[in-house]
């Protein structure tokens, strides 16, 4: 353990863009992050599933599927089910091993029966209702028990492609988000929808914050934009070359103006300045790894998939990846955020050179 005994370093990849690869970024991270002795817990909270589809066997979704209502379920919805029968207070559950140090908490299609009534949860949240703000607050609160009867180093959670009131207490509740940027006209113009949602969501927290009683649960509600991951990959069959391309200079002004300048303006602490280039690293195309991996539910460089120099590679750009956030986590935490890029990169070398 290296971290906090109260609480683990949460993190969100996020871009509200589908398909940028949230989940596979996420996975691969924490099992990088396993493989350098961290204790992770990955939780699939967007209600596709994906993640949990890439880690499990069908047949098992199935049965947690199934169980997932009784007192012995053991997804997330079990776990925020009786806050949506009123009760406002969420049930522990035991998360599954994947992996030595990785665990996983289930998704469920049920989610989204959860994210209809937290529009409700943070309009009351406004109004004081200590029901709501625990409501609110509820998957945080189910992080913050597992930990505590088995200590994580860290917690990742997986979001679906959307600005939802899921996503919003999500984010809400992590230390620090990535994000994953293709070179496509919609995931880039997805920046400025996430700066401004994003700036929205703490200007409502912190209102949430000042005002409400005393013993109210709070989301932590600083999420710091530790940096962003350009992704170049194949979609739907075809390759993104015939499309609109960005340059990676582009996409680095873009994650500038759109997130890093905004978040500033609430405070110093949640985005590197202009100078430093929060580039995490790049994923290049690696469909072979990436689809063995899927199938065999195992990081993409054990993968029985591509050549041992591609999974070499993988294997590095993950450690490399890994290695950043614990700088940005370990010690200094969000100060280490205005410290200076490492390991990022020259900026002038365009998503061309990857492959676009
Ligand atoms: N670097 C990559 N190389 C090849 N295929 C990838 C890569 N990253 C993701 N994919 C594939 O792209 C699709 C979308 O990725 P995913 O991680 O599910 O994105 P998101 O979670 O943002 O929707 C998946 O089918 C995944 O297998
Ligand atoms: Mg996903």
Redesign the pocket.
């Known amino acids: 353990m290296v971290y906090s005994p109260e609480s683990p370093v949460r993190i969100t990849l996020f ?1 509200p ?9 996420t996975t691969n991270i924490a099992f990088a992050l396993a493989e350098m002795g961290r204790s992770v817990l990955l939780v699939d909270s ?1 209600p596709q599933c ?1 993640l949990t589809a890439s880690l499990l066997p069908d047949e098992q979704i199935d049965d947690l599927l199934n169980q997932s209502n009784g007192s012995d379920g053991q997804t997330i919805w079990t776990a925020v089910s009786p806050v949506v029968h009123d009760t406002r207070v969420g049930r522990l559950v035991e998360p599954i091993s994947v992996e030595s140090n990785v665990k996983l908490l289930p998704g469920d299609i049920r989610l989204f029966e959860f994210e209809e009534l937290l529009h409700d949860f943070w309009k009351d949240s406004l109004k004081r209702r200590l029901g709501a703000l625990r409501a609110t607050a509820s998957i945080s609160m189910l992080v913050s028990q597992i930990h505590r009867q088995s200590p994580l180093d860290y917690v990742f959670y ?1 979001t679906g ?1 959307n600005i939802g009131a899921l996503n919003r207490v999500l984010l809400l509740d992590s230390d620090f988000f990535v994000v ?1 940027v293709t070179c496509d006209l919609y995931s880039v113009r997805a920046l400025a929808t996430l700066g401004k949602a994003l700036a929205k969501w703490i200007f409502d927290a912190e209102t949430i914050a000042a005002i409400a009683p005393a013993d109210a649960e709070l989301l932590r509600s600083t999420p710091a934009f530790l940096g962003y991951v350009p ?5 739907y069959g075809r390759s993104m070359a015939a499309e609109r391309c960005f340059d990676l200079r582009e996409v680095k002004n873009r994650i500038h103006t759109d997130i890093s300048k905004v978040l500033r303006e609430f405070s110093h602490n949640l985005a590197p300045p202009p100078s430093v280039d929060p580039m995490l690293g790049r ?5 072979p ?3 063995a991996a ?1 199938r065999e539910g195992v990081a993409i460089w054990e993968s029985s998939g591509g050549t041992p120099s591609l999974r070499a590679t993988a294997r590095r750009t993950f450690h490399g990846i890994a290695r950043r956030i614990e700088q940005a986590a370990h010690g200094a935490g969000k100060r280490a955020l205005s410290g200076p890029a490492q390991g990022t990169g020259a900026d002038d070398i365009r998503m061309s050179a990857l492959g676009c």
């Not at 994923?283 to 469909?287: G, I, L, R, S, Y």
Request: net charge neutral.
């Open positions: 871009n863009k589908g398909g940028v690869g949230k989940t596979t970024l967007d994906n997986d492609p994953p992704q170049r990959f194949k979609v994923f290049e195309d690696m469909a790894l990436v689809l899927q």
